[in-house]
């Protein structure tokens, strides 16, 4: 019979780190769908420049907000980390396809799950990096 500690608190420093990084993904993306859902002048020429029709924007804006409260929310926080992990890897494709830079992408999911492995952790113990 396998016995599990208790994970040890988190510090201070490390709790609040967590908090802004979760913070800060969920930011960006409610407000890249609120951008979506308005669908001001620079929001369509970048859908034109990327090659996307517009009518993808409301359907792109309601994923990325139902990914963004998927993670926000801790009992769920995984689920929305994997659905917006996918939808970053299509920024990211797109970027690639057009030329444009991906790199801010690719740092956006590095915060994204170093955010969710500092507050979670059954994440922790399944990666256990300190070892």
């Not at 924007?57 to 139902?66: F, I, K, P, S, W």
């Not at 990914?67 to 926000?72: E, G, V």
């Not at 799950?113 to 994440?123: A, I, Q």
Request: proline residues 7%; contains cysteine; aromatic residues 10%.
């Amino acid at each position: 019979m396998e016995t599990t500690t208790p994970p040890a608190p988190l510090s201070k420093t490390v709790l609040w780190t967590s908090r802004i990084m979760v913070a800060l993904p969920v930011l960006m993306m409610l407000m890249s769908a609120i951008f979506k859902f308005l669908a001001p002048p620079e929001v369509v020429k970048g859908f034109e420049h990327l090659g996307w029709s517009m009518n993808l924007v409301t359907v792109l804006g309601a994923l990325q907000l139902a990914c963004a409260i998927l993670y926000a929310i801790p009992r769920t926080a995984v689920l929305g980390a994997i659905l917006l992990t996918g939808y970053l890897g299509g920024a990211i494709a797109t970027c690639v396809r057009v030329g444009d830079g991906w790199i801010l992408q690719f740092v956006f999911g590095v915060v994204l799950w170093g955010g969710l492995y500092l507050r979670d952790p059954r994440l922790r113990a399944m990666i256990p990096l300190n070892r």
